[in-house]
């Protein structure tokens, strides 16, 4: 007997950005119902899920519009239909995530300039930060350096003392990486579906406690 379907799936975000809305429904959706019916794809803006979402009725949601989620059918939100994988993105979906995602990491500054100030080594050979794109050993003693003189406050604290152009960039293509699954190191997003060929470092809760953060900003 096949498994019954599991139809709201618990997700840890509580807000979500729009990346596709498709009133006439996903041609391609593995769920029949959902390929006729109006459907949404989102990530959410505190642990990067990527999300199915029902919208309400007669509601129209727009590209890029933040909206609360829910996983539970008693609780308010757009109720979440089931995670997704990157590559159950819709094209359109893919090509938005880049930009929500750095709109995120714009948003949460204080989060994620704080990264460069606690990351600490992974083992003997690799340390968290090189898991950066662009940080070789070279950079990272000089991140090491120049936090023991003082602690980096913000992007353009960063630019400065490190010559690093896009330190935003750093993290977005980070996320991105680590939203198709093909590390074996993760710093910001639990992989999904769990493997034990995964190492979840779980920054992000680290870095929320750090900085006091509360949803949605």
Same mark, same amino acid.
């Given at each position: ?40 794809? $989102? #990530? @959410?803006? +505190?642990?990067? /899920? ?7 009725? !007669? ?74 794109? $662009? #940080? @070789?050993? +070279?950079?990272? /003693? ?7 003189? !003082? ?67």
């Amino acid at each position: 007997m096949k498994p019954r379907y599991k139809r709201f799936q618990i997700v840890p975000d509580e807000f979500a950005i729009i990346l596709d809305y498709m009133p006439m429904g996903n041609p391609y959706d593995k769920h029949a119902h959902h390929r006729t019916m109006p459907i949404a794809q $989102g #990530i @959410g803006t +505190k642990y990067f /899920s990527l999300v199915e979402i029902v919208p309400g009725r !007669s509601q129209v949601l727009a590209i890029g519009e933040r909206v609360p989620i829910s996983s539970a059918p008693d609780r308010p939100g757009l109720r979440v239909f089931e995670r997704l994988l990157y590559e159950d993105l819709t094209t359109i979906a893919k090509e938005n995530l880049g930009k929500v995602i750095t709109r995120i990491v714009e948003e949460k500054e204080r989060v994620f300039v704080e990264f460069f100030n606690v990351a600490e080594p992974i083992n003997i050979r690799l340390h968290s930060l090189e898991l950066l794109p $662009g #940080i @070789g050993k +070279k950079t990272l /003693s000089m991140i090491l350096e120049e936090r023991r003189k !003082s602690l980096f406050t913000n992007f353009e604290d960063v630019k400065k003392r490190l010559k690093i152009s896009d330190p935003v960039k750093l993290f977005v293509d980070r996320i991105i990486t680590e939203l198709q699954r093909i590390e074996r190191y993760y710093l910001f997003v639990e992989p999904y579906p769990p493997s034990p060929e995964y190492k979840f470092l779980n920054y992000l809760e680290l870095l929320y406690r750090r900085i006091g953060y509360s949803e949605p900003w």
